[in-house]
């Protein structure tokens, strides 16, 4: 029973990982935010692995997983890019909100 949850909660950690990194790359911190979107892509490979291992597939597991890659290989690097263009190239002009929009 319990069986058919450890991919989801690989998943959720996955996410977890993206949220963090997002909060961290607003807060200055780009270092700690790449290492985060390095620990969500183990999550990811690790997710999937659990889920063909254990034969636990749901419809639920497919959109967390979902979500939780455009939250952590979506919006976290759109942030990262638009953090560091406003930092060190573009100031705050429509350049630097592209990667964002693209999001």
Do not use: Q
Not at 10 to 28: D, R, Y
Not at 35 to 46: D, E, K, R, S
Not at 59 to 67: A, C, R, V, Y
């Amino acid at each position: 029973m319990i069986r058919k949850h450890i991919p989801n909660a690989i998943t959720s950690m996955n996410l977890l990982c993206g949220t963090v990194g997002v909060i961290f790359t607003f807060g200055g911190r780009l270092d700690l935010a790449f290492y985060l979107m390095l620990a969500a892509a183990v999550f990811y490979f690790c997710d999937g692995l659990a889920a063909r291992t254990l034969d636990a597939y749901s419809d639920m597991g497919k959109e967390l997983d979902s979500l939780s890659d455009l939250v952590s290989f979506g919006v976290l690097p759109a942030c990262m890019l638009y953090t560091s263009s406003c930092a060190c190239m573009f100031g705050s002009s429509w350049v630097s909100w592209a990667p964002v929009l693209i999001a």
